[in-house]
């Protein structure tokens, strides 16, 4: 089956500190991965996303995710973290079979920022 | 520009009531789609359209229904509601047919059944 798993429910950093989500994923073929945030109360917002090309992905409020093909990872990353960074992280994965635009969700990481 | 619009943002339905969450998006998108997230779990997806007229079945369709009348609008219908329907609910659109395309989210509707 496929899925998407986020092995921590939450990752507690010191602000200033590097910060890493991690995620793996078992897909067949090439998946398309993507890295969303929820804050309170808020709907999803789309970070970043890996297609093809680099392995480093940039994205959104100095976010990156590093892809790693052998251990079929998509971890996200940021060198230096904020208190505004605390929210909801999901990954997910879009097979690239399948007729439409179908997402497999992690179960989601809580990021925690402390100052 | 308002995005994905959702509606009503919290609703307590009792079992057995029925109700329609509303969802409207301005960016002129084919694909939408349902999800419901609970606790400790990733989105689900209920079910989705690929445009005005056609609509299909996600992961977890039972107890739900769907219409896509135009392409601005997709509706989510619950018939019988059930406690196990207690969720947060998302809508969401995508401007491309590519699985490579991010989705555009609603803000959610939180919904409790009693």
């Known amino acids: 089956a496929q899925s998407v798993a986020q092995p921590e429910d939450q990752v507690n950093v010191a602000e200033g500190n590097p910060l890493t989500v991690k995620c793996t994923y078992s897909?067949?073929?090439?998946?398309?991965l993507f890295w969303y945030v929820q804050y309170p109360n808020r709907g999803l917002q789309f970070l970043l996303k890996?297609?093809?090309?680099?392995?480093l992905v940039k994205g959104s409020y100095g976010f990156e995710a590093e892809f790693n093909k052998s251990q079929t990872s998509f971890h996200l990353k940021k060198p230096s973290a904020l208190v505004s960074d605390s929210a909801l992280y999901f990954c997910?994965?879009?097979?690239?079979?399948?007729?439409?635009?179908?997402?497999?969700f992690g179960a989601g990481t809580r990021l925690a920022v402390h100052p | 520009n308002a995005g994905v619009t959702q509606t009503p943002k919290f609703r307590i339905l009792k079992i057995g009531q029925s109700m329609t969450l509303q969802c409207t998006q301005d960016?002129?998108?084919?694909?939408m789609y349902w999800y419901r997230q609970d606790p400790g779990m990733g989105l689900k997806l209920i079910y989705y359209?690929?445009?005005?007229?056609?609509?299909d079945k996600g992961e977890v369709p039972n107890g739900y229904n769907v219409s896509r009348s135009t392409t601005e609008d997709f509706p989510l219908r619950l018939e019988l509601a059930a406690p196990s329907q207690t969720s947060v609910y998302f809508c969401?659109?995508?401007?491309?047919?590519?699985?490579?395309?991010?989705?555009?989210f609603g803000q959610g509707t939180r919904l409790t059944v009693v």
């Open positions: 969401a659109s995508s401007y491309s047919t590519g699985k490579n395309t991010e989705a555009f």
């Open positions: 890996y297609i093809t090309g680099d392995n």
């Open positions: 997910a994965v879009s097979p690239d079979s399948g007729g439409y635009n179908k997402l497999i």
């Open positions: 359209s690929v445009g005005a007229g056609i609509t």
């Open positions: 897909v067949s073929g090439n998946p398309y």
């Open positions: 960016m002129n998108h084919n694909y």
